[in-house]
């Protein structure tokens, strides 16, 4: 063995290991979520204080959008819109810096709720190409040096509140759900290389919804998952043929399902919101204020015109949830049962329960192995402190739900026994979804507080409420030492320097 050669070329061969263990390890928070959308790191080291002048590594500014960012490698992926342009944009990770931004114009934005934005899907990545969907465009992919790689146009889907579902990946195929209210709800799966059509899954029964897919892997299979109106239905990954499903979901679904424990877990409010069973118990004593003759109950001419049934106290009086999107005097016939023209305490009673029964709030555990109607896998339901924005956490044996209000609820996911109900601190509505690294569990607040706690056994144990002073609406990544928040306009990155 020629021992001189050994020692001239080992250096160069340590190098090489050394840079391919490093590309190896190379940290990625490929989609909404993070790996395979639950939420989870298992190696980021992300600093528990952090704000805008504690723990910054970098701060960049970004275009205006409620998407949130993903990682792979040394490149942070964000979307973005300004004016009728889509802008998807990559970011150096090291030091914030904009490699490129791109740009798609189109004549018209798609309608969205006030509190929204037109560009609210999360791009996906792998170790090629970047991945973004917009509603008022359609899908299209860059390679991560910013080149176009390919683009599927198409038509502006008709959603109310606008399109929110990000595309997922599975093997070969980009996975995006299209749910409308023009009848042409669907799954669409591409080549991820090419961007030509895998397959196609009508989805007739849904109308618009908001929910990202997933894909639940148990028992050596994988099922894609896609909660819909009144429904969560499984799918092959593959072929998208249906598998099985789930009824007993409210109207509109908004939240994204988890896995762990070996179940799936999937949640959604009521109607307008509401994440508890019952109705708020105060709507007659409010009712009665308006009693201008004191007889007890209520005529019709003594109900202002724009007078609206508050639905959640807990959120301010401006915001679109608070009360009933309706008038009080356009439900004033149906609740007057006998029709004397004086709305009673029971009459109220009977129609706040008929509209109880008609949309109820649900989190759901569903055991593998269903088949078509696949009622009885599941495991337990629970209509109690159900978020209406933000999506579960499954997390060391517990589910996580935050609500407007900073109410959090935590559910031990085997049996759905509620652990705790506990404020954290900071009120307010919330949209971003939780997310666990390290051990602890961060949760970010609309008005640009993110409060970082241990899940603790009978409470949660606050480490930090860390104010950006700024709105936060996207979820957070993480990559390695550093935790990525989007607020309004820009994008941090903190971390331990």
Known sequence: MNVRFLLQTWPVVALTLLHGAAACAQPHWPQFRGPNGLGISTSAEPPIQFGPDQNVLWKSATPAGYSSPCVWGNRVFLTGVDGNNLITL????????????????????????????????????????????????????????GREAWRKPIPTPKNKYGMAASPILHKDALIQLIDTDGGDSRLLALNRKTGEPLWTQERTRFSAGWSTPLIWSHDGEDDLVALGISRLMAYDPQTGAPRWWVDGFPQE????????????????????????????????????????????????????????????????????????????????????????????????????????????????????????????????????????????????????????????????????????????????????????????????????TVIVFKPGATAPEVLARNDLRDSIMATPAFAENTILVRTEGKLYAFGQR
């Open 253 to 448: 679904t908004v939240n994204s399902p988890v896995a762990g424990d070996g179940m799936l877990f999937a949640s959604s409010a009521a109607l307008g919101g509401r994440g508890n069973e019952k109705t708020d118990p105060n709507a007659w004593r409010d009712l009665l204020k308006m009693d201008r003759n004191g007889d007890g109950k209520l005529q019709f001419d003594e109900i202002p015109d724009d007078y609206q049934l508050v639905l959640r106290s807990d959120l301010p009086k401006d915001h679109p949830g608070y009360a009933f999107p309706a008038p009080f005097k356009a439900m004033y016939k149906n609740a007057d049962t006998d029709k004397d023209d004086a709305l009673s305490e029971e009459e109220m009673k009977v129609s706040m329960a008929r509209f109880e029964t008609f949309t109820k709030p649900v989190l759901m555990a569903i055991r593998p192995g269903g088949k078509e109607d696949a009622r009885q896998n599941i495991a337990w339901e629970m209509r109690r402190g159900i978020a209406e924005i933000p999506s579960p956490l499954y997390f060391q044996g517990a589910i996580y739900m935050v609500r407007d209000g900073g109410l959090l609820t935590c559910v031990t996911a085997k049996d759905g026994t509620v652990r705790y109900q506990e404020r954290l601190g900071v009120g307010g509505q919330y949209a971003a979804t939780p997310v666990a690294a390290a051990g602890r569990i961060y949760i970010a607040s609309q008005s640009g």
């Open 90 to 145: 990559a970011i150096d990770r090291s030091n914030g810096k904009e490699l490129w931004r791109k740009e798609v114009a189109v004549e018209k934005l798609e309608a969205h709720h006030k509190t929204s934005s037109p560009v609210t899907a999360t791009p996906a990545a792998d170790g090629e190409r970047v991945y973004a969907y917009f509603g008022s465009f359609g899908l299209i992919a860059y390679g991560h040096d």
